[in-house]
């Protein structure tokens, strides 16, 4: 899924009398989500960090393509509500399956135990890295 159609709740109103309610998203990128902090915009009020993210991967809004910041800054705020719900959605890390996922030989001039902190919920990981921890 790289990309998701979507249609927006209340809908962009053209000049024209027109409402855009359909869309496009694509999976977002790791430079999608660092490049607009370097925005001159971003550092001054941070709050327009989610109007450049996601006018990054907004790719289409009706007939509007590429979707720029401005086109998204006039939408209700419903709309700016529903694409972050759903950029959120989309861009979700998936749980990990250890069972799956073959256990990494590891070499035996690792350190015996690591210290992590989760990038989810910061809560501090201690992590057994030697040998003998390995499950058989």
């Known amino acids: 899924m790289n990309?998701?159609?979507?249609?927006?709740?209340?809908?962009?109103?053209?000049s024209d009398g027109q409402v855009h309610r359909s869309g496009v998203m694509r999976l977002a990128t790791a430079l999608d989500e660092i490049?607009?902090?370097?925005?001159?915009?971003?550092?001054?009020n941070e709050a327009?960090?989610?109007l450049l993210l996601l006018a990054r991967v907004v790719t289409r809004l009706g007939p509007f393509s590429p979707v720029t910041p401005e086109t998204l800054a006039v939408l209700p705020a419903a709309d700016f509500a529903h694409l972050q719900a759903l950029?959120?959605?989309?861009?979700?890390?998936?749980?990990v399956s250890w069972a799956a996922a073959p256990a990494p030989s590891l070499?035996?001039?690792?350190?015996?135990?690591?210290?992590?902190?989760?990038?989810?919920?910061?809560?501090l990981l201690e992590l057994d890295l030697s040998p003998e921890a390995s499950p058989a």
């Not at 990309?3 to 809908?11: D, I, W």
């Not at 607009?36 to 001054?44: T, Y």
Request: glycine share 8%.
């Open 3 to 14: 990309e998701l159609p979507f249609m927006l709740p209340v809908g962009l109103f053209t």
């Open 35 to 44: 490049e607009p902090l370097g925005d001159a915009r971003v550092q001054h």
């Open 48 to 50: 327009y960090y989610s």
């Open 87 to 95: 950029y959120a959605h989309m861009n979700a890390a998936l749980p």
């Open 107 to 123: 070499p035996a001039a690792l350190p015996g135990t690591i210290e992590t902190e989760c990038p989810h919920c910061g809560a």
